[in-house]
């Protein structure tokens, strides 16, 4: 077992990202960064919406988010065990013994003749019809109403995780700007890639990127490959879910 948060505060620490910064790409708020690198869960909305900050926060610092969502589930979230259903229990009066059934048994005689001697004296009476009025006045039969289940009531949508950007300095180094594209832009990251680095976005809203040296870059969203989008000399770029365009 290894240490959640202490995975999470080294990667950003060894990024030089400040809660600020990685608030401003992934939108989830500082207390729960924080919280999430102090294993303090319970400060979190539980289940999915706390799976989906530890995933997120993963990805964005660059670490297998898999491994850590799998280490939360088995550490908070364990398996309910099926619960053994009890044997049905039978009340005692329904169980006859054999000297029970043998003093029922002449009573049991008596009321099979009794029945019998009441069914021929209906049948005798069978042939009998009913005059109109009495057959009007009898109640008509109705359907049984069928009964609808009220709907359950559909389960909230799961929350949908932003697309990751993904940047890679394949072939020599890159300096980076990165611009939030919302209602009130921020500055994401500025800094330099190191050939081999990589660093990864949270794309719920545009990024404006200036590319120092973008023939260096291999770039991603969602695993597709949008290198091909990127300018041939230092230039600005937007990103968004759809790909690369010129800004």
């Known amino acids: 077992m290894f240490e959640i948060g202490e995975a999470l505060r080294t990667a950003r620490e060894r990024r030089h990202l400040t809660y600020a910064e990685v608030e401003a790409v992934t939108l989830i708020p500082t207390r729960y960064l924080q919280a999430l690198e102090r294993e303090e869960f319970d400060r979190i909305p539980p289940g999915l919406y706390c799976r989906s900050f530890l995933r997120e926060y993963a990805d964005f610092v660059g670490l297998q988010a898999d491994v850590l969502v799998d280490e939360y589930q088995l550490r908070l979230e364990p398996d309910p065990e099926p619960e053994a259903e009890p044997a049905p229990a039978f009340p005692r009066s329904r169980v006859l013994s054999g000297d029970r059934l043998r003093r029922l048994a002449p009573a049991a005689v008596v009321l099979a003749l009794a029945a019998a001697a009441l069914a021929v004296g209906l049948t005798g009476t069978g042939s ?120």
């Open 128 to 247: 009998r019809k009913l005059p109109p009025a009495a057959r009007s006045s009898a109640p008509a039969r109705h359907p049984v109403a069928a009964v609808h289940a009220r709907p359950a009531h559909a389960a909230a949508p799961p929350v949908a995780a932003p697309a990751v950007l993904q940047l890679t300095a394949a072939t020599g180094p890159c300096w980076l700007r990165v611009d939030v594209e919302s209602a009130t832009p921020h500055r994401a990251f500025e800094g330099t890639l190191e050939q081999g680095q990589t660093i990864r976005f949270g794309l719920r809203a545009p990024l404006r990127i200036r590319l120092g040296a973008p023939w260096n870059l291999r770039v991603s969203v969602e695993g597709r490959a949008v290198t091909s989008g990127l300018p041939t000399s230092t230039g600005n770029v937007i990103v968004s879910r759809s790909g690369v365009r010129p800004a």
